[in-house]
Each structure stands twice: as structure tokens, then as C-alpha cells.
């Protein structure tokens, strides 16, 4: 995987040229990535589905994050990124069934590690019961689901807990139910205008 080569560009989304995965992250370089985000009607209210990032994964193991997320490659444009959401969840999405929340760029960094996303952001009103996703391990290790209103009360700072229902898969490949409260603590910890983004796209499409 990090011998990918990606597009990168300056701050305000000219193209500079290309490099290798490992660089753009260790020099901070501006990328493009592509993020969707699940949401589903249920009983007159919204339900929104984050992904637990799988134990193995280098960057932020274990933690809550984008339904299904990835980065683009140098020949990809945001239309292929849906390969994404197959390869990660297991479920057939056409790209044009995406609600497109445009370019929303924002920055992460740790110790050796600074990324600069310029994520290509869509919504998808999903169908499809947990038993349909058929999760990639090395990737993902769970999917749950929280109510929109009560993450949407979360990322404003009205809460400092949130509840969170859905499975985990073992490594022995069975599953196992997850009904718990988080916190922050428990999130990749994206930049806070990202989350709001998210929560006004959310709010103009499902309204």
C-alpha cells in the first residue's frame, strides 16, 4: 500500500506534481481523498454508521471513523474512490446514488505523520441490514450505527458521551455485538470543522 503514488497539490488545490504514499504523509503534502458517509431513515429518525477501524491498521487503530474512506491515486478521479465502500464494507454502491458534499480539506498531525486531505466528501442513504456488509479485516473491524441527533449534539459540545450499536468481527470471524457509550476518545481525531461539515451536509440533504 505505501508504495501508491498520489497527486499533490499546494494549499489552495493547484496540482504540484506526485509522490510516493509515505511522503506526501511524512512532508505534509496536500492529497486527495475520497470519505462516505452511511445514513439511514429508521422509525422517523436518522441513523448515521461509523466504521471501528481495525486493531491492525498503522494509524489510529481501533478507533471510530468515516463510514468508508481512502485515498485517491495519482489516475483516480472521486469517482472511483467508490471502490472504497465495496473493498471496506461489502456493498454494491453506484457512484451516482452518492450525495456529493463537495472538497472539504483539513489537516491531522501526529508525531511523523501530517496529513493535509483534500477529501472528496459524499453522503449515501443506505438500504442494506448489517448482515448484508461483509467487512475487509485487515481494515475494518466493526460497523455500528448512532442516532444523527445524538451525534450531532456530541460534535456541538451538548454531550460528552455518545451510544453507539453494531458488531465487532473476531478474529476467529465471528461476530459480536457492540451497544456502548463512547466518547471523544474513541474517534479519529479529524479537525472539529470537518465533523461539523458533516453535520450540516447531513442536515440539508435528510433536512
Known sequence: MNSEILTTFDEHGNITGSAPRDEVHRLGLWHETFHCWFVAREHHSLQIY???RSQHKKDYAGLLDITAAGHLL???SPEDGIREVQEELGIDVAFEDLIPLGIVPYTMDKAGFMDRERAHVFLYENHAPFSQFQL???EVAGMVTAGF????SFW???RSDLHIQGFRVEDSGERSRIDQLVDISHFVPHEHSYYLRILEGIEEAFG
Open 74 to 76: 495519482e489516475s483516480e
Open 50 to 52: 461509523l466504521q471501528l
Open 136 to 138: 475487509q479485516q485487515e
Open 149 to 152: 441527533s445524538e451525534f450531532r
Open 156 to 158: 456541538l459540545g451538548e
